[in-house]
C-alpha cells in the first residue's frame, strides 16, 4: 500500500513538474505573439511589455531577446538593442534573421566590419537579403 501511494506521489510530482515546464513556454509563446502584433503596428511600448513578459516565463527564449530587441532598435535603443540581439545569437547561434538585424545596426552605427561579419554569417545561414548587403563590403 505504501508502496503505491509513493508510487502515485512521484508520477504526480512528475507530471506537475513537466506541466509547469511546458506552461511557461506555451505563456511565452503567447507574449511573444501578442508582442508581435504590437511590433508590427508600430506600437512599441505594449510589444516591450510581452517580450518581457515572454522572458519573464522562459528566459532562454531566443524569440523573444530577438523581437525585444528589434523593438528596442526602433526605439533608437542601441545598446540594449545589441544585448537582446547578442543574447538571441548567444542562445540559438543559427538564427539568421538576428545575425542580419544586428548587421544592419552595425552598419547605420557605421561598425562596418561587424556589419560585414554578421550579414556574411546571416548568408552562411540562409538569409537570402544577405547577400545584398554584402555587396558593399570589401
Not at 26 to 46: L, M, T
Not at 128 to 138: G, V
Amino acid at each position: 500500500m505504501k508502496r503505491h501511494l509513493l508510487q502515485a506521489i512521484i508520477l504526480f510530482g512528475s507530471l506537475s513538474f513537466f506541466h509547469s515546464c511546458g506552461t511557461d513556454k506555451e505563456k511565452a509563446f503567447d507574449y511573444i505573439d501578442e508582442g508581435c502584433k504590437y511590433f508590427y503596428s508600430g506600437r512599441y511600448e505594449p510589444a516591450i511589455k510581452n517580450f518581457e513578459s515572454a522572458l519573464n516565463e522562459w528566459p532562454d527564449s531566443y524569440e523573444a531577446h530577438y523581437y525585444l530587441g528589434m523593438t528596442l532598435f526602433h526605439l533608437k535603443s542601441y545598446d540594449d538593442s545589441f544585448k537582446h540581439l547578442n543574447r538571441s545569437i548567444e542562445i540559438n547561434k543559427n538564427f539568421g534573421k538576428a545575425y542580419y538585424s544586428r548587421g544592419i545596426m552595425n552598419r547605420i552605427l557605421k561598425k562596418e566590419d561587424d556589419a560585414c561579419k554578421d550579414f556574411l554569417k546571416a548568408k552562411e545561414l540562409g538569409i537570402p537579403m544577405a547577400e545584398e548587403r554584402l555587396k558593399r563590403c570589401r
